[in-house]
């Protein structure tokens, strides 16, 4: 793919928006001014061309960041493709997304990094390379190569890496290298087959069971080898209490261990699991009642530092056929704002500016990439939500390729209404 320029819009000045910026601590109604692609000082004259938007009543932030994306480009792009996904990430408040390596070839040479860094994308593009090549587990791939080429973070995510001595060799190299190893912590050998937790529809349906023990050992077995490096370690899609337990007893210790909450882990329980339904169907699967409640507590006293989404699009065909039958994932980046602000702010009293940190400078942290800001001179990336107006919905209006979306009829409050990357705008909700 080749460089295109970037676009510049018009100058925008944004009126009396409730600005949310958790580098500056600043929450306050204000007016934001943009021009050549920067946030610049509001100027006593605008200049011509200048366009002008009342944001009285919505929330300004800085543009979001998901850690956890799929956007399946290249091998299944019936799916997802780095366009569509970008374009999804956009219509979510994204401006930055991380995308997982598991595509069909697996992102471990540096020209399958490359060809994502196209700054003509609806969103900043920052590629995760593989941790051993192929994926296989087998040898650490050539990540010096990898992060040369622009491989932001490490991750064989899908699969663990489960070979000690293997992840302690790339958690070397990666600490060298100043990047984060990222680890779906499931060990294959516990989980077995199974691809539910232990409720009532995993008893109706006789379908096999997935030991929390599997992700809790392999959670355990991170922290160790983060304790021996000291280099960088991310969990992954934590979903059982006693991980977060885990990360929080080695957080206190003072070790380099961060740890991620989906919006569908704190939002739906595995009782909830109907199983006509493909869209309840992720991995690791839904936790227990329990479970959900600890991800909340721990989003809320900053055990779990950030969201992410998870995004895993799959086409409507395959999730068509009941839980049993489905593939695993579901898609996130449009609902990820509305879900996590509607149960965390709305329901939990999370205060409004640490909802905004866990999406911004939560996971630029654990990247190692500086804290995203609305201060003046910073590259315009900003997100407008609706906090007020609820906001029903409706699959069939996503931007992604995909629809596997478990949220489908929910009512919620945070809809993102206009997304501005690098100067651009990259999403604007009806007639903003
Ligand atoms: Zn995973």
Request: aromatic share 4%; glycine share 8%.
């Amino acid at each position: 793919m080749t460089a295109k320029p970037q676009q510049h819009s018009a100058p925008l000045l944004i009126q009396n928006a409730q600005v949310v910026d958790p580098a500056s601590c600043r929450n306050e109604v204000a007016d934001l001014f943009i021009a050549d692609g920067l946030l610049l000082p509001v100027p006593s004259t605008l200049p011509q061309g200048t366009r002008r938007m009342n944001a009285k009543g919505l929330v300004v932030t800085p543009g979001l960041l998901d850690l956890h994306v799929h956007f399946r480009d290249p091998g299944a792009t019936t799916a997802e493709t780095l366009v569509t996904g970008s374009r999804a990430a956009a219509a979510g408040g994204f401006t930055h997304v991380v995308t997982m390596p598991n595509t069909n070839p697996p992102c471990d040479r540096p020209k399958w990094v490359q060809r994502q860094l196209d700054p003509a994308l609806a969103a900043h593009v920052l590629p995760a390379a593989c941790v051993t090549s192929g994926r296989h587990g087998r040898a650490v791939a050539d990540l010096e190569a990898l992060a040369a080429a622009g491989a932001m973070a490490f991750t064989d995510d899908g699969a663990m890496v489960a070979d000690p001595s293997l992840m302690l060799d790339a958690l070397r190299r990666a600490k060298k290298l100043d990047r984060v190893v990222m680890d779906h912590a499931v060990l294959p050998e516990l989980a077995g087959t199974g691809v539910i937790r232990d409720c009532t529809a995993a008893n109706r349906y006789h379908l096999p069971v997935f030991p929390p023990e599997a992700e809790i050992a392999a959670v355990e077995q991170d922290i160790r080898l983060c304790r021996e490096t000291g280099a960088r370690m991310h969990i992954q899609h934590v979903s059982c209490a006693a991980s977060v337990t885990a990360i929080r007893a080695a957080r206190r210790a003072g070790l380099p261990v961060s740890g991620e909450a989906t919006p569908h882990h704190i939002a739906i329980a595995a009782e909830d699991i109907d199983a006509d339904n493909g869209n309840l169907r992720m991995n690791p699967p839904l936790g227990s009642r329990e479970d959900l409640r600890a991800l909340r507590e721990a989003l809320l006293d900053g055990t779990l530092t950030t969201f992410a989404t998870d995004h895993a699009p799959h086409t409507p065909d395959s999730k068509a056929h009941g839980f049993v039958h489905a593939p695993s994932g579901v898609i996130g980046l449009e609902t990820a704002a509305a879900v996590s602000y509607s149960l965390m702010v709305g329901v939990e009293g999370m205060p409004l500016i640490d909802w905004v940190a866990r999406w911004t400078t939560g996971p630029a942290a654990i990247l190692g990439l500086p804290p995203p800001a609305l201060t003046t001179g910073q590259p315009a990336n900003l997100a407008l939500f609706d906090i007020h107006r609820p906001w029903r919905i409706q699959p069939e209006h996503f931007q992604s390729l995909s629809r596997n979306c478990p949220f489908a009829g929910w009512t919620l409050h945070g809809h993102a209404m206009l997304t501005i990357c690098a100067g651009r705008v990259t999403w604007a909700h009806g007639s903003l």
